[in-house]
């Protein structure tokens, strides 16, 4: 608002009221952006790549010391928790960077049945969560029917309990039976703001601007909706970034999924570099801060990346943790990237480790549906 234009006037000029030394010694004109951040300015293209090549060790942890404030006065010192049980790895869709695309023929398909998915449900329930997410590949055995009854079916036997779906892109129509059938939240990563970045990730058939309707008419249809990238994807660059700062900023989803991007030694991207980690949680920051009641997962991703990944994302302003609700027997098969975790603290059976390690650095696990706390826009 107001006190932001004595800060930083348009165009990129810095106007400062310290005489250009900044925040706290850090250079004054990524300081000053930070600062405009937290007075809940929304930032331009130029200036968020400004703030993500001004990246210092220095800067990140002004900015993770920031987003930590903003979560804790919108949440506190609270880790919301989701079972994440993953029903199906079968997919038609043959993204680049995925481990269970349609092209790789060396993994072993499953699909869990109604029963075997309540049953997880029954067990996540009496482990304390309040919130599923059944995610899977882009299924067509899961017609709307299938998956209209699968829903109904726990909503029927969990009804204090939120249910998120991760299923890729469907026909609005479908989004709409299933959200009348009861579920609450949709998980569905953006991947990519930036066009021709989005078409060096997808097959042809794959379009950004479809991506991008699945998104619109979720939250129109009144779902707590989910958008994220990958960090480190191959051809991103700070510009590609700086797109998905500025799409997030516009479109103000409730969920946003950030996590580095892992090679996969069965894809396209096989010999492709990990994405980074501090970039991951640098980026788990300025969503903080630019979105202050975001619900903002410590993803699997970063928890693969770093042993102490769920802290540090927690640290850096994450408020959400996703372990693994899936039968044991099924994790190692829904293998999105190579060594993706599923034991310890990643493990729903394992919640005692997750709660030892979040009290570890101040933090409780919570136990409840852990809705959006902000005022959800978009709805018609
Ligand atoms: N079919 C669903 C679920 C996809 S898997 C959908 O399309 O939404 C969930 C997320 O895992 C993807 O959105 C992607 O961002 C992430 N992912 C896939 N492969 C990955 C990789 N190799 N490294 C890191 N993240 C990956």
Redesign the pocket.
């Known amino acids: 608002g107001q006190l932001h234009g004595a800060i930083y006037q348009g165009g990129g000029a810095l106007v400062g009221r310290s005489g250009g030394h900044g925040v706290r010694g850090l250079p004054a004109e990524a300081g000053g952006l930070l600062e405009a951040l937290a007075q809940g300015e929304r930032l331009d293209h130029t200036q968020w790549r400004t703030l993500l090549e001004a990246r210092t060790p220095a800067l990140a942890a002004e900015a993770a010391q920031r987003a930590a404030a903003v979560r804790d006065r919108i949440y506190g010192k609270r880790v919301f928790i989701r079972g994440l049980i993953e029903f199906t790895n079968y997919?038609k869709?043959d993204?680049y960077?995925?481990?269970?695309r349609h092209g790789n023929r060396a993994t072993s398909r499953y699909r869990l049945t109604e029963d075997e998915i309540l049953a997880c449900c029954r067990a996540g329930y009496a482990l304390g969560f309040r919130t599923f997410v059944l995610?899977?590949?882009?299924d067509p055995y899961f017609t709307d029917a299938r998956l209209v009854r699968l829903v109904s079916a726990i909503k029927r036997e969990f009804p204090s309990c939120a249910l998120t779906l991760?299923?890729?892109?469907r026909p609005q129509e479908s989004y709409a039976a299933l959200r009348a059938a009861g579920a609450d939240r949709y998980?569905?990563?953006h991947?990519t703001a930036n066009a021709a970045h989005y078409r060096r990730l997808h097959p042809e058939n794959q379009r950004l601007e479809d991506r991008m309707a699945c998104l619109r008419a979720l939250k129109a249809l009144g779902y707590q909706t989910g958008a994220?990238?990958?960090v480190g994807?191959p051809g991103q660059t700070l510009d590609c970034l700086a797109d998905d700062l500025v799409f997030l900023t516009a479109f103000r989803p409730e969920m946003v999924?950030i996590?580095?991007?892992?090679?996969?030694h069965q894809?396209p991207?096989a010999g492709e570099p990990a994405?980074s980690v501090e970039m991951t949680l640098y980026l788990l920051s300025l969503v903080r801060l630019a979105l202050p009641a975001v619900l903002l997962p410590a993803t699997t991703?970063l928890g693969t990346a770093a042993g102490d990944g769920r802290e540090r994302g927690v640290q850096a302003g994450a408020n959400v943790v996703m372990p693994n609700l899936s039968p044991a027997g099924v994790r190692e098969k829904y293998m999105?990237?190579d060594n993706k975790i599923s034991t310890g603290s990643e493990a729903a059976e394992c919640l005692d480790e997750l709660r030892q390690r979040m009290q570890a650095i101040g933090y409780t696990v919570a136990v409840d549906r852990g809705d959006f706390a902000g005022i959800s826009e978009g709805k018609v």
């Open positions: 997919c869709n993204c960077y995925c481990g269970i995610q899977g590949g882009e991760s299923v890729g892109e998980l569905l990563r991947e994220g990238f990958m994807s999924g996590g580095p991007f892992l090679p996969h894809t991207f994405g991703a999105l990237y």
